[in-house]
């Protein structure tokens, strides 16, 4: 029975994933693509959309379903993005309220509530598709005391969007996976450095009316 490696399989890139996956069955592989998308939103750095492109690259080569892939992607990374959610909406408002200064005031807490009223659906729907704050927009959605209603269809609308480009665009272009797999990593990029720039500026905004507040 094949060992459980997750350390290995995080430092991997796209072809090595592919490598390592190609040796196992394919209950293992299901595992690993439901696993991986849980992970991916738990802890961002994980690669969980390369080990969808790898599923449905094994899927092209008939050693696992299409379908079964694109639904435990979907699936696993809709838990991964609730417990977030849930951990937001636990947590999240106790802790503003307890240290009620800086980035953590009350007054921000109401403004992410109202952000969410406003844009939250459009917010919830592109999420998965803004690589680098996917996580946090989870987070902040159980901070901002979104409906569970609302959070749960169009996060999952969210990653049936996002899922259906990554298998889909491996099914159209099949042997030339290698363009594809270049473009979704550009792509993470450059979103993961736009999100930690307006991060940054957004911070600092913050700070800067908290101390002439004070």
Not at 194 to 206: D, K
Request: overall charge positive.
């Amino acid at each position: 029975m094949p060992r459980w490696r997750w350390r290995p399989l995080q430092k991997m890139n796209f072809e090595s994933i592919l490598f390592y996956l190609t040796s196992q069955g394919a209950i293992f592989i299901y595992a690993v693509v439901f696993a991986s998308a849980i992970i991916e939103n738990l802890f961002p750095p994980f690669p969980g959309d390369a080990v969808t492109l790898a599923g449905a690259l094994l899927a092209g080569r008939g050693e696992v379903h299409y379908l079964a892939v694109y639904s435990l992607a979907i699936s696993g990374g809709l838990v991964g993005a609730m417990l977030l959610y849930y951990l937001g909406r636990w947590k999240g408002r106790s802790v503003f309220a307890k240290y009620d200064k800086y980035y953590l005031k009350l007054e921000n807490l109401e403004r992410i509530e109202r952000w969410f009223k406003r844009w939250g659906v459009l917010v919830l729907l592109f999420s998965r598709f803004v690589a680098g704050a996917r996580s946090v927009i989870a987070i902040a959605a159980g901070i901002g005391n979104v409906p569970i209603r609302q959070m749960t269809i169009f996060t999952f609308i969210s990653f049936c969007l996002w899922n259906g480009v990554l298998i889909g665009g491996l099914y159209l272009l099949k042997s030339n996976w290698v363009k594809l797999v270049h473009i979704i990593k550009s792509y993470n990029m450059a979103l993961v450095i736009a999100s930690a720039i307006l991060l940054l500026v957004w911070l600092a905004i913050i700070y800067r009316r908290s101390i002439a507040k004070s």
